[in-house]
């Protein structure tokens, strides 16, 4: 069964410092996300991705993140600056359509940043 | 403003006894709901998801949940735990015309030899 991978599974940086998470969603889908789950607390939304473009985006991503599909696999998301508050678990997910009543999301299995 | 409540952080069970974890959502409109399962080191996996179709919605592994509008409720049940249960659960809710899911904050399963 096709599944959505992400890399690395662990990530450790210093704060300041860039990173770039990594996801390879399922292959015949066209709508993606980032989520993210800090120690304790909810999963929370940050961006969907469609068309080369961002969706839609919450409060929590601002100009310090940034989305990109470099190729026709992967889809990326990168921390420009890190924080100590940007340690959480990432989540990739990705759609076949857009998130529509019904539709399901495909998730990865995170990457866990711990920031320094 | 859609949201979901998740009423128990834990939940410990014997194998073999049945499993309730709750869940009830508030939204405005007729709300899309799913239920997924996160096993350790691994991505969450969708366990079932209410399409409006039937009220009583059976998905993997036994399990099944109930969608109640009186009570604004869509509690996952299981007859009867196995080991493998344990993991993480989470009630998610979506609403029409966006693009995300909005999270409970789970709940942790354990499962009693």
């Known amino acids: 069964e096709p599944e959505v991978t992400q890399t690395p599974s662990h990530q450790v940086t210093q704060m300041g410092q860039e990173v770039i998470l990594r996801c390879v969603p399922i292959?015949?889908?066209?709508?993606f996300y980032w989520y993210r789950q800090i120690l304790g607390q909810k999963v929370e939304f940050l961006v969907s991705?469609?068309?080369?473009?961002?969706?839609?985006k919450s409060e929590i991503f601002d100009d310090q993140f940034s989305v990109e599909r470099p190729d026709g696999s992967n889809f990326t998301l990168k921390i420009r600056s890190t924080k100590l508050e940007d340690s959480a678990m990432y989540f990739c997910?990705?759609?076949?359509?857009?998130?529509?009543?019904?539709?399901?999301?495909?998730f990865g299995p995170g990457t866990r940043l711990l920031v320094l | 403003a859609q949201s979901v409540t998740q009423l128990d952080s834990h939940v410990s069970v014997s194998e073999g006894t049945p499993v309730l974890l709750r869940c009830n959502y508030s939204?405005?409109?007729?709300?899309?709901l799913f239920w997924y399962v996160q096993h350790p080191n691994k991505g969450l996996q969708l366990l079932l998801k209410?399409?409006?179709?039937?009220?009583l919605v059976k998905g993997i592994n036994g399990f099944e949940a109930e969608f109640k509008k009186s009570e604004t409720s869509f509690h996952l049940t299981k007859p009867s735990a196995h080991m493998s249960d344990a993991a993480e659960y989470f009630c998610?809710?979506?609403?029409?015309?966006?693009?995300?899911?909005?999270f409970g904050t789970g709940t942790r399963l354990k499962v009693l030899a």
């Open positions: 997910a990705s759609t076949k359509r857009a998130a529509r009543q019904q539709e399901t999301q495909y």
């Open positions: 292959s015949n889908h066209l709508y």
């Open positions: 991705f469609y068309n080369n473009e961002i969706s839609e």
């Open positions: 939204s405005s409109y007729s709300p899309s």
């Open positions: 209410y399409t409006s179709a039937a009220t």
């Open positions: 998610v809710v979506i609403s029409p015309g966006t693009y995300k899911y909005i």
